[in-house]
Every structure is written in C-alpha cells, then in structure tokens.
C-alpha cells in the first residue's frame, strides 16, 4: 500500500512540476478554487448547522474542486509540450481508456504530415495530422485500404490541426467518445485480426514520449490510496 502510495505521490509530483513551467500561477489557481470550493459549501451548512460539520464537509469539497482544476491544467500543459509533435495525436488517442486500439504512423509523408487508426466500438478512425491540403489525399488512400479489408464497418475520418474543419489536439478524445457504437466485442476482434494484417506504409513509428497526467478521476483516486 505504502509503495503504491509512494508511487502516486511521485507522479503527482512530476505532474504538478511540468504544469507549473507551463502555467506560472498554477498555486494560487488551485488554492483559489479549493477556498471557492469550501466556501460554497461550509458556509451554508455553517448557518444551518454548526461550523463543525461546515469544516468536515467543506475541505473535502474544496480538494475536490481543487483536484479538478489541477487535472484539466496538468492535461493542457501535457497537450501543449507534445502539440506539433509527429504522433502526437496517436498518443493522446492512447490515453483513451475502453478497448480502443491505437496505431500509429500508418502513413507518413516526407513532411512529417502522418495517418493514424484508431480501432474500437465505433469501427475504423483514421485520424490525420498536417494541413488539409496534404492529408486529405493520404485520408482517401488509407480509407480504400482499409475498406477493402472491412468493407462492413464504418469509417470515420478526423483531422488534428489548426485549419477550418480541423480539430485542435485537446478536443480529440472527446470527439472520439462521441462517436456511435456500432460494434459489439466479436465484431471488433475480427476486424482488428483483418487489419493486423495490413502492411503499414514504412511502419508504425513511435508516438511523442511527452508526459500524459491522469485524468481528474485517477487523481482523485490516488489521493485516497
């Protein structure tokens, strides 16, 4: 247990050091909205109550709130160092937890301009990273490929970038989570046998090594190991 707990702390640590290069006042952030958080509830339950029961309820809420607030800047400043990396939109799609299948690089171009797929319950998602410009082409290539391998499952096509129509990096696992689940566990595992077998254009190459922090749900679970 004390391992474990000695293990969390660390990289609660590590994440809270690689947020505050990117967010200086990341301190006062976190204690502002842990006093907001108390606040809201200790002095309600102070006029009704006792103020007793207002610090017993109020400082978990505000750690709570705190927690919450950390996690979303700790994931912006991970988002920020790996931004523009090749493969950086391969590994944020890693983080994603729920059967999901990542890989990387299946094309690449000689700009650094890269495909990858993503396989899950919504089917097949190639996600492109460049300007429109090049990766659309690539997009239309791997789509073929890939529909003459599962020509029963849907396909679904997401652009990382800057430009009109594209998404930033930091919106990419919510898009992935709103897609429609049209597979059930059988289905997914023949069509990811099918797709293995695919030769990957130059191979997978390695997505950015750059720090992915725990969403607000683990850090709230580490707190309490």
Known sequence: MFTRLRKSLGTITQNWAMTQKVHRLLLLEVLGFFLAGFIVVAVPVAYF???LSAFLL???AGLIVAVFWFSRRAMSAAYSQIEGQPGAAAAVAQQLRGGWQVTPGIAVNRNQDLISRVVGKPGVILISEGPSSRVV????TER???ARWV???PIYEIQVGDEPGQITLSKLQRSLN???RNLRG???TEMRRRL???SSVGGAMPVPKGPMPASSRQVRRRRGA
Do not use: R, S, Y
Request: proline share 16%; aromatic share 4%.
């Open 186 to 188: 059988g289905e997914i």
């Open 178 to 180: 709103k897609l429609p």
């Open 196 to 198: 293995d077998a695919v």
């Open 151 to 153: 020509p029963d499952v």
């Open 144 to 146: 073929k490929k890939t």
């Open 49 to 51: 109550l006792n103020w």
């Open 58 to 60: 109020g400082i978990p």
């Open 137 to 140: 082409p690539m997009l239309a």
